[in-house]
């Protein structure tokens, strides 16, 4: 087991180092091979780990000493158990498939490009594994932050284009603002615990050590480290700016697995937020706005990729909706839905986009369901999973999440049902106008439509499939008593928690009903889409209230004028004026009065050699007079 | 004769020639009083050898010779001095045909 | 006897220097010394258990109490191995750099090396204080012969300040002298019976020198002139190394000559090194010049390295320890790199630049390494440091404010990244310009020598154990030795 952890990691740097460092020597067929091969080969090695978890083989591996200074010992040491062998089988499952669809997307750039978009996205497998498997927080924010720079490297992977470097620089400040966060929690259970092992601190009697307060601060703060990697309020609007990257990265890093990172973060220290249940009413809270924010957003977007952007901010947003109500098991298994069917629909959009050649304007396109059929119905299948059409999986994991909800607190729910309806009305206002109707672009990019090739549609059939039948691993308990195998799965992790949080026993008829009205909304919310846009696609410019949709809310801008100028401004105002004349003003002010000091003192040193003489006469008489008649 | 005398001597001469250094412009003549200066103090010295060695002197033959041999070190350093210092004034005259030495103020700039 | 010939081997080689004639001459010359004294460096690493080799002893001014006494503790010998990996690197990187009169360049650089070694071995204050002017007077002659347009006022400047500051060091030790019964020797020093109102004056005297070398805000004004104006070769001695001198002098002649003055007024600097990484965060992030840039940044770290020094805890002082390598490691590449750069292109300024990495992909590899261990990214070095770092401040016994300068000095770690990361996205990215399409890769030495600094990045930042482990003893002796706890309890 040791030796398939280190495996599963190192696999992918080996791809890095080979792509990276050979991508001039080897042939684009061979970098495309290597790439998804140590993928495929980390994926079937996590299967092995994963059947030795369900075998009862969970475990901590240490590997050498990372840092050790006395008092504070921290390990390179890996964990596996359910919830990370879970979360392997997902990120080099669907991190596989995206490798694979991607030796296709991106088959027309020129070689040294292509190997280096593969070493990018081989670091990034990478980096999340170390991020799944670490056993401590410090090992965790390696992985933390490598994910971070592996998105901030993709984003920006046409680098010639200004606007999406800026982007990329946008993501990872962000995610800085909220590591930053992260790194004073490490430093707080570093401090007081005097380890960093989540098998160590994520006792009850480690956790002892740290008053209520104390506990508070650092579940908040991993919180705000986790807003800004898993783009929650208030760091949310790097996300939708990350579609600067190419569309398998946007399906591989902001979809299925890198944002998710703060979900995972949470349900591994779920012990420690069970404690502080004000600190779980914030996730609560903040997770339900950002979904709703981040879906009347979608509502307006034209850019097909933006669209998807901000329902995954919205699906995020449920996640941590789940966790704030201490389903985490739930927030885990929508996280493995949600990677399945946004994983999906990102590759579906960029089957689109690539037979458009480039274009993601949604008003330019239309009736392309005629031109690619494989593409149309897997996208189809993309959107009823994230309806919540009953039994796709999107359909179980969020009846889940609506159900701790209602148990939590019914305003919650109607707000996540509400956030439902509007998921399942943007979603196929996004497919009625791609693929139904008639086609709006121009005659020459028509005459060019066509299928994407196999290595296309074949993970979007993976996918699509998996989105299907996803949801049954966990089919609820009404439904058929001990059939929610995910549940029984991970049971072990969240175990300390349970005792922890109020039992809330809903009834049988309660769960039917609730069930009811989440799939009635997402019927509502399909017809309704459906009626507005499959016969009638051409949108109508955004007014009034539509205007501030589109325009985000004008988050970006309040953001602007908040931090961004005025930080340019003071630093401007720092260089130019405090340093440089007042510091520095002063430094040369003491020079300067040296200068004029000594200006001064000039007239004395005449020249002359007669008033040397006679200063120095008479000095000598007042030496002599002091000496002799003043000093007895 | 009374140690006195040589001492009122001696200031006399001392005074003289510091006033002339003070008050005279002329390079030469600012000289010739640094001289005075040093001659008053080597009248001195000579005096007090033999004041304080009077009753030595009897027995010994040597007795007060070191003031006596300060002074001819300090005739040597005059002389030696005289003969650079006129060497200079001379350069000076011919360089800026003036021996004033009001005019001698370059270092300053 | 090693620590006597990491001195003597760059002095002699650089006298030497001075009476060679032919450049090429010059430079295979000055490359062997430096080469020389890295194998003698590395020799003295392989003993750092066996001290009989590495310390020396011999009469200096016996009538003034001190003895020429040279020791390489781990600290000592890191910081030399720093210096002896430096100069090659340096030298290498500047090979196609043409200077006028470059016997006398490479000459004085490694009299700064030879002086630069003597601080960092000094077991004698006024050794110390010796060898502290004698890095410094090189540095002036190299920087005000072979600088930019303005070096003459900025370098004068440069000169008076570190100056001033070093005077006020040599009165403090003369009076610490005086009151421990005329002995230079480090271990009266430390034993020195000095009472708390002396130690808190004579701290400021010792600050002053240490706090204009490193420097620490408000004393900084005249380091990004500095290294704007000063030969590139010389900037990366100075930020790489000098800096080091001050910190050095902090933990070896502050902390433990004067515990209780460090312990009372400790968070004076502290505090002004807090303002300091935010202030020098924010003004780097507005400078166009990249040569300012970092120099900005590297106030920012080393006010980190002071604050941790403060905070005298076993993680901080093992933090400052690694930090003092990898800082000087990192801004060496960042160097190398600006100084490739303005040779290729003719200028430093970031608006005239554009899409570098497009020309030259090699280059634009090792700066994003060394960038991402500059903004202390995980696996690479500066992680390490700045993590233990921040660790020890959060969790200081000493102060009580350490709570505020780690999360202010955190937030450095966010602004590191707005000013670094726009400073790569308007230098390599982007798309070129008339100035940058022209621009060609590095060569095959340039690749070497930036190879090697990435190597020692992420070797350090993923095995930073046996590191830590080399550097155990002399951070719990001079923890014990600066801890007040443990004077009182000798009364």
Same mark, same amino acid.
């Given at each position: ?175 800085? /603002? ?180 480039? $274009? ?85 990019? $028509? ?57 809330? $026993? ?33 949108? $109508? ?67 002359? /050699? ?23 | ?12 001469? @001392? ?56 002074? @001819? ?29 009001? @005019? ?6 | ?19 060679? +004639? ?12 430096? *080469?020389?004294?890295?194998? *003698? ?20 001014? #016996? ?183 001050? *910190? ?97 292109? #003719? ?64 937030? #450095? ?33 340039? +690749?070497? *020598? ?29 923890? +014990? ?11």
């Amino acid at each position: 087991m040791k030796l398939y952890l280190l495996f599963i990691v190192l696999l992918p740097f080996l791809g890095v180092l080979i792509n990276g460092l050979l991508r001039n020597q080897l042939s684009k067929g061979l970098i495309g091979r290597i790439g998804s091969g140590v993928v495929i080969g980390s994926f079937i090695l996590s299967i092995l780990a994963f059947m030795e978890v369900r075998a009862g083989g969970s475990g901590v591996y240490k590997y050498f000493d990372f840092v050790n200074i006395g008092n504070l010992k921290i390990p390179f040491a890996f964990q596996i158990d359910q919830l990370s062998a879970l979360f392997l089988l997902i990120v080099t499952g669907v991190g596989a498939v995206i490798h694979v669809y991607s030796t296709a997307y991106m088959h027309d750039e020129n070689q040294d490009h292509f190997g280096r978009y593969f070493s990018y996205l081989n670091l990034f497998i990478f980096s999340m594994l170390m991020l799944v498997l670490a056993d401590n927080l410090l090992v965790m924010y390696i992985g933390w932050e490598g994910v971070g720079i592996c998105s901030y490297l993709l984003i920006g992977y046409w680098f010639k284009n200004t606007e999406f470097n800026k982007a990329a620089s946008k993501a990872f400040i962000m995610n800085r /603002i909220g590591d930053f966060a992260f790194l004073i929690a490490i430093f707080i259970i570093g401090g007081k615990i005097g380890s960093l092992s989540f098998s160590e601190i994520m006792t009850p009697a480690a956790l002892a050590k740290l008053s209520y307060g104390e506990i508070s601060a650092v579940a908040l703060l991993l919180f705000f480290g986790a807003t800004g990697k898993s783009a929650q309020i208030p760091l949310y609007t790097w996300l939708p700016d990350a579609m600067a990257g190419p569309t398998p990265v946007s399906a591989l890093i902001h979809a299925a697995t890198m944002v998710t990172a703060g979900v995972y973060m949470v349900a591994r220290m779920n012990l420690m937020y069970s404690m502080v249940p004000e600190v779980l009413n914030v996730v609560a809270v903040v997770g339900l706005a950002t979904a709703l924010l981040a879906a009347t957003i979608a509502l307006k977007q034209n850019d097909i990729k933006k669209v998807l952007a901000y329902s995954t901010v919205s699906q995020l947003g449920f996640m941590f909706l789940a966790l704030g109500s201490g389903a985490y098991i739930a927030a885990v298994f929508h996280v493995m839905t949600h990677a399945f069917f946004k994983a999906l629909l990102f590759l579906g959009s960029g089957s689109v986009i690539h037979g458009l050649g480039g $274009e993601q304007d949604i008003r330019k396109m239309g009736g392309l369901g005629k031109y690619m059929k494989t593409t149309d119905i897997t996208f189809l299948i993309g959107c009823l999973a994230i309806a919540g059409f009953p039994l796709f999986s999107g359909f179980f994991s969020k009846d889940e999440i609506l159900a701790a909800a209602w148990a939590h607190s019914p305003i919650l729910w109607g707000i996540a049902l509400f956030t439902a309806l509007l998921t399942a009305i943007y979603m196929f206002r996004l497919y009625a106008t791609t693929f139904k109707g008639r086609f709006r672009g121009t005659t020459e990019q $028509e005459s060019h439509l066509h299928e994407s090739p196999k290595a296309i549609t074949i993970p979007l059939i993976i996918l699509a499939i998996l989105s299907v039948i996803g949801g049954f691993v966990g089919i609820p308990a009404i439904m058929a008593e001990g059939a929610h195998g995910l549940q029984n799965f991970l049971s072990p992790v969240f175990a300390g928690s349970a005792p922890l949080l109020p039992a809330h $026993e809903v009834s049988h008829s309660t769960e039917w009903i609730l069930m009811g009205a989440a799939t009635l909304v997402a019927l509502i919310g399909i017809f309704y889409a459906w009626g507005k846009y499959a016969k009638n696609p051409d949108l $109508e410019d955004a007014r009034g209230f539509g205007k501030v949709l589109e325009n985000k809310w004008y988050m970006d801008e309040l953001y602007d004028t908040v931090v961004v100028t005025p930080y340019k401004k003071f630093g401007s105002f720092l260089k130019d004026v405090f340093d440089a004349k007042v510091v520095d003003g002063i430094v040369n002010g003491v020079g300067r009065l040296v200068k004029y000091g000594g200006r001064q003192m000039r007239w004395i040193q005449s020249g002359q /050699i007669g008033s040397y003489v006679l200063l120095m006469v008479l000095s000598m008489l007042v030496i002599f007079v002091v000496q002799f008649f003043i000093r007895k | 004769m009374p140690i006195n005398y040589y001492i009122v001597l001696a200031l006399c001469l @001392f005074t003289i020639g510091v006033v002339g250094v003070l008050t005279r412009r002329n390079a030469i003549v600012v000289f010739m009083s640094v001289e005075l200066m040093l001659n008053s103090v080597n009248l001195l010295l000579v005096a007090f050898s033999k004041m304080h060695h009077a009753a030595k002197a009897a027995t010994m033959a040597s007795a007060g010779a070191d003031g006596q041999i300060f002074v @001819f070190f300090v005739m040597a350093v005059a002389a030696a001095e005289v003969s650079v210092g006129l060497a200079i004034i001379v350069m000076l005259y011919r360089n800026i045909h003036t021996v004033d030495i009001n @005019f001698l103020n370059r270092l300053k700039h | 006897m090693i620590a006597l010939l990491l001195i003597l081997v760059p002095l002699l080689g650089g006298l030497a220097t001075f009476f060679l +004639k032919k450049e090429s001459e010059v430079r295979t010359w000055s490359l062997f010394v430096a *080469v020389l004294t890295f194998i *003698v460096a590395i020799l003295g690493v392989s003993v750092l258990n066996a001290p009989e080799y590495l310390s020396f002893k011999a009469d200096w001014m #016996g009538d003034l109490g001190s003895t020429f006494s040279i020791k390489a503790d781990a600290m000592g010998m890191m910081l030399c191995m720093l210096t002896a990996i430096s100069f090659p690197i340096i030298f290498i990187g500047t090979w196609k750099t043409a200077y006028e009169k470059p016997q006398n360049f490479f000459a004085l650089m490694l009299l700064a090396q030879a002086g630069m070694m003597g601080v960092f071995l000094a077991m004698d204050a006024l050794v110390f204080y010796f060898f502290w002017e004698l890095a410094l007077i090189p540095m002036y002659f190299l920087s005000s012969q072979w600088g930019g347009a303005r070096r003459i006022p900025v370098m004068f400047k440069f000169f008076v300040y570190t100056f001033i500051g070093s005077l006020l060091m040599l009165v403090g030790l003369i009076y610490i002298w005086s009151k421990n019964g005329g002995s230079f020797d480090i271990d009266a020093f430390y034993n020195s019976k000095l009472s708390v109102k002396e130690q808190m004056w004579l701290f400021w005297l010792l600050f002053a020198a240490f706090a204009v070398k490193m420097p620490i805000f408000p004393f900084h004004t005249w380091q990004p002139d500095t290294y704007e104006q000063a030969p590139t070769a010389v900037t990366a001695v100075l930020s790489a190394i000098m800096v080091k001198m001050g *910190v050095l002098g902090l933990l070896r002649w502050l902390l433990p000559v004067l515990p209780v003055g460090s312990y009372v007024m400790g968070d004076n600097p502290s505090f002004l090194a807090m303002i300091g990484i935010v202030y020098a965060s924010i003004i780097a992030f507005r400078q166009d010049d990249m040569k300012r840039l970092v120099a900005f940044s590297s106030i920012a770290h080393v006010g980190l390295m002071c604050i941790a020094a403060f905070s005298e805890s076993k993680s901080g002082m093992q933090g400052i320890m690694i930090q003092m390598f990898s800082h000087g490691i990192n801004i060496l590449g960042l160097w190398v790199i600006i100084e490739i750069i303005e040779r290729k292109f #003719g200028t430093r300024k970031m608006s005239e630049l554009g899409g570098v990495a497009q020309k030259a992909p090699a280059l634009a590899i090792a700066f994003f390494v060394i960038m991402f261990a500059t903004v202390s990214l995980p696996i690479t070095n500066a992680f390490i440091g700045e993590y233990l770092m921040l660790n020890g401040i959060f969790n200081s016994t000493v102060t009580s404010y350490g709570v505020i300068y780690a999360v202010v000095a955190s937030t #450095g770690v966010i602004l590191s990244v707005v000013y670094m990361f726009s400073m790569a996205r308007k230098v390599f990215l982007g798309n070129t310009n008339e100035l940058t399409v022209k621009g060609t890769d590095i060569d095959f030495p340039e +690749k070497a *020598v930036l190879g090697i600094i990435l190597v020692i990045i992420l070797v350090m930042g993923v095995y930073p154990q046996p590191f830590l482990n080399m550097m155990e003893g002399v951070s719990d002796s001079l923890l +014990k030795a600066s801890d007040i706890q443990h004077l009182i309890l000798k009364k």
